[in-house]
């Protein structure tokens, strides 16, 4: 089985497919072992619905990947903690404002 980085910068939906082929693992199969239909699959894979971090957790769980391998996972993290903490919050807002001057 090739070997991964940690995390990849690569979004879900452009990751998914190749890990998949790689591992001969089909869509349909791989929805069932993640708890979603293969229709919900094919939407997220298609930009048509965002994966939720559960859903983008338990795909990489089931590909032997840590949880946080896919860059959404992250940003549902982020977000979260953001929503959470007004002190972050800010800090970043004023990161990025400097940024863009």
């Given at each position: 089985m090739p070997r991964h980085a940690p995390r990849t910068q690569k979004s879900y939906r452009?990751?998914?497919?190749?890990l998949l082929a790689e591992r001969g693992i089909s869509y349909r199969q791989f929805a069932q072992a993640i708890g979603v239909t293969q229709?919900?699959?094919?939407?997220?894979?298609?930009?048509e619905r965002a994966?939720?971090?559960?859903?983008l957790e338990a795909a990489a769980s089931e590909l032997g990947l840590p949880k946080d391998y896919f860059p959404e996972?992250?940003?549902h993290v982020a977000i979260e903690a953001l929503k959470r903490?007004?002190?972050?919050?800010?800090?970043?807002?004023?990161?990025v404002k400097?940024?863009?001057r």
């Amino acid at each position: 089985m090739p070997r991964h980085a940690p995390r990849t910068q690569k979004s879900y939906r452009d990751e998914l497919p190749p890990l998949l082929a790689e591992r001969g693992i089909s869509y349909r199969q791989f929805a069932q072992a993640i708890g979603v239909t293969q229709s919900y699959l094919s939407r997220t894979l298609n930009a048509e619905r965002a994966p939720s971090a559960r859903i983008l957790e338990a795909a990489a769980s089931e590909l032997g990947l840590p949880k946080d391998y896919f860059p959404e996972y992250r940003e549902h993290v982020a977000i979260e903690a953001l929503k959470r903490d007004g002190v972050l919050r800010d800090s970043i807002y004023d990161s990025v404002k400097r940024r863009r001057r």
